[in-house]
């Protein structure tokens, strides 16, 4: 659940900070105007002497897009929606340093009388558990600790080092994961096929192909704007699979945002030995660009 899990990573973290602001830097939020609400902040923050005592965390989707610009303060977990810049004064106020939310601010389903509901008790999120999004809306994805902070990098650090290309086909074939379209073929006969048809090829490489043509599918991009290292260790671990040393992502040059956190993700991912030579230490070399 998103409130469950931001609250494990924010709300209950240990560091110098108080309260965690979390605010939604994806394309739905950033449209209606979460920028200017984290300028804001960041002016109140200065002016208030809060800069060292609550960190503003800005996200990917939260998902409920309609009632955006969202911001979540942590450890309540309280659910601002639709929040306009002169009300971040009187929750500055307020709720960051007098400590009492603003109700009438907060998104109704999560008031009941005195009582504030958890996020993931509304009806639009309580049905849900999330997979592929798991870290969206949760984690800065343009910090690669908090990636890792959420075990990011492990799985490719446990493929690399313990186990053997055939060894990650047959997981993954056990796992019954299959691709997302109407085909609905089997990601490990994909990945074998690839392996074995030319096992002594000069080069192989891993394509991504993030580029969405129906109008309004924006399942791709919420997963690049939100959490775009999770897209970079899938590639690398079905790179070390096959047999390939290069991946490519192919993504839509109108998805500025996903985009900038994708090249982000990539330089940082390179500076931490995530891409490039000899990762974790092994003799695999791995690398991965965008083409738009």
């Known amino acids: 659940m998103v409130g469950e899990?931001?609250?494990r990573?924010?709300?209950?973290?240990?560091?110098?900070?108080?309260?965690?602001?979390?605010?939604?830097?994806?394309?739905?939020?950033?449209?209606?105007?979460?920028?200017?609400?984290?300028?804001?902040?960041?002016?109140?923050?200065?002016?208030?002497?809060?800069?060292?005592?609550?960190?503003?965390?800005?996200?990917?989707?939260?998902?409920?897009?309609?009632?955006?610009?969202?911001?979540?303060?942590?450890?309540?977990?309280?659910?601002y929606s639709r929040v306009k810049v002169d009300e971040i004064p009187r929750i500055v106020d307020e709720h960051l340093i007098g400590g009492n939310p603003v109700k009438e601010f907060l998104y109704e389903e999560t008031v009941a009388g005195d009582e504030i509901k958890s996020l993931d008790d509304?009806?639009?999120?309580?049905?849900?558990?999330?997979?592929?999004?798991?870290?969206?809306?949760?984690?800065?994805?343009?910090?690669?600790?908090?990636?890792?902070?959420?075990d990011g990098y492990q799985a490719l650090g446990k493929v690399l080092t313990t186990m053997t290309p055939e060894d990650?086909?047959?997981?993954?074939?056990?796992?019954?994961?299959?691709?997302?379209?109407?085909?609905?073929?089997?990601t490990g006969m994909k990945w074998k096929l690839a392996r074995n048809i030319v096992p002594n090829a000069d080069q192989k490489y891993v394509c991504c192909n993030a580029d969405e043509g129906d109008p309004g599918a924006f399942?791709?991009?919420?997963?690049?704007?939100g959490d775009p290292h999770v897209v970079l260790e899938a590639m690398s671990i079905a790179g070390y699979a096959i047999g390939a040393t290069q991946g490519y992502i192919y993504v839509r040059a109108e998805y500025p945002i996903a985009v900038e956190r994708l090249n982000i993700a990539i330089k940082q991912a390179r500076e931490n030995g995530m891409l490039g030579k000899n990762i974790f230490g092994t003799?695999?070399?791995f690398d991965i660009d965008l083409r738009l």
Not at 128 to 134: E, G, M, N
Not at 168 to 186: A, C, E, K, M
């Open 122 to 150: 509304t009806s639009f999120y309580k049905k849900q558990h999330r997979v592929a999004l798991r870290n969206c809306g949760v984690i800065n994805p343009e910090d690669i600790n908090e990636y890792i902070g959420r």
């Open 283 to 285: 003799d695999f070399c």
């Open 219 to 225: 399942m791709d991009r919420s997963v690049l704007e």
């Open 9 to 79: 990573t924010h709300g209950n973290a240990s560091s110098k900070y108080e309260r965690h602001v979390l605010v939604c830097g994806g394309t739905g939020c950033t449209s209606s105007g979460s920028p200017k609400i984290i300028e804001e902040l960041e002016k109140e923050f200065a002016e208030k002497g809060l800069t060292d005592k609550v960190k503003i965390v800005k996200t990917g989707c939260f998902g409920l897009c309609e009632r955006g610009p969202i911001m979540i303060v942590y450890p309540e977990g309280s659910f």
């Open 168 to 186: 990650v086909i047959q997981t993954i074939l056990d796992s019954g994961l299959r691709g997302r379209g109407g085909g609905g073929f089997p």
């Open 5 to 7: 899990v931001a609250l």
